[in-house]
T-cell receptor, first 119, second 111 residues
Framework: GAGVSQSPSNKVTEKGKDVELRCDPI?????LYWYRQSLGQGLEFLIY????????KSGLPSDRFSAERTGGSVSTLTIQRTQQEDSAVYLC?????????????????FGPGTRLTVL | SQKIEQNSEALNIQEGKTATLTCNYT??????LQWYRQDPGRGPVFLLL?????KEKRKERLKVTFDTTLKQSLFHITASQPADSATYLC??????????FGPGTRLSVLP
């Protein structure tokens, strides 16, 4: 079946504009993650959703960042009043389930990412 | 605070040799450790998972070790091929709490 898809693949915007990034997870996956990867850097965790539970927003770098997941499927990451330091690749991943007692975080399947450039 | 370190930023080896990548961590007690591969312009792809009570895990030409005393995992690729060239990321997992990726090591296998 189809993997995780993200759109757009590239986004160029001007400083101060708002942007929305979309993630379509694998069907049936209950957990969804957003990461940010700056050039040559590792993955920076932003937020995750698990089913209908309240999302873990602990990784969001500022209140300009928000995310929602509608109907337990598609997720949108919104960045308001973009800054140049927001330029990065934003990766989305989904997994069948989040970890529970005695079990690891399930394998995460990543999308191709959205490359955001803020001029 | 938690800290994860991986090798040097880049590692070059000759085709046919064994590549060894390291993942060291501090201020963390992972129950599991995962390794991912990332090619340029793509998202990471899961390779292997090893549990804290496992010393070693193998999959084809890949071998992972996990030493919770040294707080270190080693990732080996035997009989390396140019197609193995990629960035390899380790990820620490404590039952979903504080799931965190390392910075990655860029491996280049030279023909």
């Amino acid at each position: 079946g189809a993997g995780v898809s993200q759109s757009p693949s590239n986004k160029v915007t001007e400083k101060g504009k708002d942007v929305e990034l979309r993630c379509d997870p694998i069907s049936g996956h209950t957990a969804l993650y957003w990461y940010r990867q700056s050039l040559g850097q590792g993955l920076e965790f932003l937020i995750y959703f698990q089913g209908n539970s309240a999302p873990d927003k602990s990784g969001l770098p500022s209140d300009r960042f928000s995310a929602e997941r509608t109907g337990g499927s598609v997720s949108t990451l919104t960045i308001q009043r973009t800054q140049q330091e927001d330029s990065a690749v934003y990766l989305c991943a989904s997994s069948f389930a989040l970890a529970g007692p005695g079990s690891p975080t399930d394998t995460q399947y990543f999308g191709p990412g959205t490359r955001l450039t803020v001029l | 605070s938690q800290k994860i370190e991986q090798n040097s930023e880049a590692l070059n080896i000759q085709e046919g040799k064994t590549a060894t990548l390291t993942c060291n961590y501090t201020n963390y007690s992972p129950a599991y450790l995962q390794w991912y591969r990332q090619d340029p312009g793509r998202g990471p792809v899961f390779l292997l998972l090893i549990r804290e009570n496992e010393k070693e895990k193998r999959k084809e030409r890949l071998k992972v070790t996990f030493d919770t005393t040294l707080k270190q995992s080693l990732f080996h690729i035997t009989a390396s091929q140019p197609a193995d060239s990629a960035t390899y990321l380790c990820a620490l997992d404590n039952y979903g709490q504080n799931f965190v990726f390392g910075p990655g090591t860029r491996l280049s296998v030279l023909p």
